[in-house]
């Protein structure tokens, strides 16, 4: 797993300050975590994270990488909220066992088991990268960068974004994205045979189709151009299809 930080957001504004940011619904983490993000205002991705209640606090579980981003982010829009947000100690443990007291499920997919927040962090044996291609799961700093749009990301089918709950940064780009185009491009799952670092120009009779990321028993998250991406491909020496 790579290293997460913990932040904890806490005052009497706290719910209403996420609620004009994320693209979920803060009110979610009365029935559990929720996954969510946070954009530029041109719909860009900036970060993405879980969030869970702590009584009245609420922890932010974030890729460790994007913390410090994040928090200075967060400051710059807090203006006069009743919110303080810090970094906490706190720790991320998962699995995809029985789900321990205090732990809660990921919302993502249930295939992919449960977090805990704690003093102790970590992770099962479970085969983290195949869990990840079989549900077109994808990760800060390989799939996901500044120029991401979480919609091509598969935020929906992830149940990271709601489009019922209201205005928030980047929210009208991604609305438009929603309803009134088709996307064009956007992660998918495709069979390959061999290898290739990600990161690996896709190519199909010589011309660029996309990007090939995390691998796992034969298959792979690739961002694809999907009117080039038809019959065989191919990222370096490894052949690829959608199978």
């Not at 806490?10 to 300050?17: K, L, Q, V, Y």
């Not at 992770?123 to 195949?130: L, P």
């Not at 069979?191 to 995390?214: H, N, Q």
């Amino acid at each position: 797993m790579r290293a997460r930080k913990i932040l904890r957001l806490t005052g009497a504004d706290t719910r209403d300050f996420l609620q004009g940011l994320i693209t979920n619904d803060i009110n979610k983490i009365d029935q559990g975590l929720v996954y969510a993000a946070m954009l530029t205002p041109q719909g860009k991705y900036l970060a993405d994270f879980f969030l869970s209640a702590d009584g009245a606090d609420v922890l932010l579980d974030v890729d460790a990488e994007l913390a410090e981003a994040l928090l200075k982010r967060l400051t710059m829009y807090r203006l006069r909220a009743k919110v303080e947000i810090s970094l906490t100690d706190l720790a991320v443990k998962r699995g995809t066992g029985p789900i321990p007291e205090g732990a809660l499920a990921d919302p993502r997919n249930s295939d992919l088991g449960w977090r805990l927040i704690g003093q102790d962090g970590g992770e099962d044996d479970s085969d983290w990268a195949a869990l990840h291609v079989a549900h077109c799961v994808p990760q800060s700093g390989i799939e996901l960068g500044p120029d991401s749009y979480i919609l091509e990301m598969g935020f929906e089918a992830l149940n990271g974004v709601d489009f019922r709950k209201g205005c928030y940064v980047g929210q009208e780009v991604t609305a438009r994205m929603k309803h009134k185009t088709e996307l064009r491009k956007g992660l998918r799952v495709v069979e390959i045979t061999g290898a290739a670092p990600v990161g690996s120009a896709i190519t199909a009779a010589d011309k660029p189709v996309g990007t090939l990321f995390t691998q796992a028993g034969g298959k792979a998250i690739a961002y694809l151009r999907f009117d080039r991406a038809k019959g065989e491909m191919q990222a370096e020496s490894a052949h690829i299809s959608l199978g």
